[in-house]
């Protein structure tokens, strides 16, 4: 399976605020929303096409997302792509240089794998990469 995109994600400070633009002025639906303590995030999916945009908004100021939202403002903060062997989209980008965040694949509440790559090794793009056969 050649990598799709799963979803799109983008960095919001309200999330309330967010839904109402892309429910009300652009008629998406909100498939799910709910907050992710482990990832220190609120996150809410509106599917578009194949995809979905994820809307994701720290619950805290010391996570990740916090400082992506204070050093850069809200806007797009990752891209994800449906992968269906993480080990084999590894080993093809560690071949090629390309550097992870955290080294290890990590596995969500649903029990899906997941990695980022960093930016660095990727034009400056944060890229997740998400095992879904």
């Known amino acids: 399976m050649k990598p799709s995109i799963h979803h799109i994600a983008i960095a919001v400070r309200d999330m309330d605020a ?3 633009l892309y429910t009300q002025a652009l008629g998406l639906e909100v498939s799910a929303r709910r907050q992710v303590p482990e990832e ?3 996150i809410a999916f509106l599917p578009a096409g194949d995809g979905e945009i994820e809307l994701i908004r720290p619950l ?3 996570n990740s997302v916090a400082r992506f939202l204070e050093k850069r403002g809200e806007g797009l903060h990752h891209i ?3 992968v269906s062997s993480i080990e084999e989209a ?3 980008l560690r071949r090629a240089g390309v550097k992870t965040v ?3 694949p990590r596995t969500n509440a649903a029990g ?3 990695i980022f790559l960093h930016p660095l090794s990727t034009r400056g793009v944060l890229i997740e990469l998400y095992e879904e056969s």
């Open 102 to 104: 955290g080294g290890e």
């Open 90 to 92: 590894l080993e093809r």
């Open 80 to 82: 994800c792509l449906r």
């Open 60 to 62: 805290d100021t010391e």
């Open 112 to 114: 899906r794998r997941y």
């Open 18 to 20: 967010a839904l109402t």
């Open 40 to 42: 220190g995030v609120e």
